[in-house]
Nanobody, 122 residues
Framework: QVQLVESGGGLVQPGGSLRLSCTASGGTLEHYAIGWFRQAPGKEREGVSCISRNDLRTYYADSVKGRFTISRDKAKNTVYLQMNNLKPEDTAVYYC???????????????WGQGTQITVSS
């Protein structure tokens, strides 16, 4: 069973950047589509970005297009989410998840990390 671990969260000022990492134990990420999701207090879980198993397709929520970039390093068994020009509305717990299909629909994902907090505030 794949176990996912996110890292790279923290406090950042508006306009700043962070890079999240999603690593796995007990499995190889390249066998899965990987998605990044976020959930703010009182809000539903939102699909942020995902990358297909063969890395040929990437998708982004409209709210992050042009600011976030998803990528995969197969040698490191890691998927990244580079986040630039962060805004206060990006504040949330961010999760990575693994699925056999490429989608931003959270309930299609089988394996989840524990989440990492991102707070965008001055």
């Amino acid at each position: 069973q794949v176990q996912l671990v996110e890292s790279g969260g923290g406090l950042v000022q508006p306009g700043g950047s962070l890079r999240l990492s999603c690593t796995a134990s007990g499995g190889t990420l390249e066998h899965y589509a990987i998605g990044w999701f976020r959930q703010a207090p009182g809000k539903e879980r939102e699909g942020v970005s995902c990358i297909s198993r063969n890395d040929l397709r990437t998708y982004y929520a409209d709210s992050v297009k042009g600011r976030f970039t998803i990528s995969r390093d197969k040698a490191k068994n890691t998927v990244y989410l580079q986040m630039n020009n962060l805004k206060p509305e990006d504040t949330a717990v961010y999760y990575c998840a693994a699925s056999k299909i490429t989608t931003l629909v959270w309930y299609e994902y089988d394996y989840w990390g524990q989440g990492t907090q991102i707070t965008v505030s001055s």
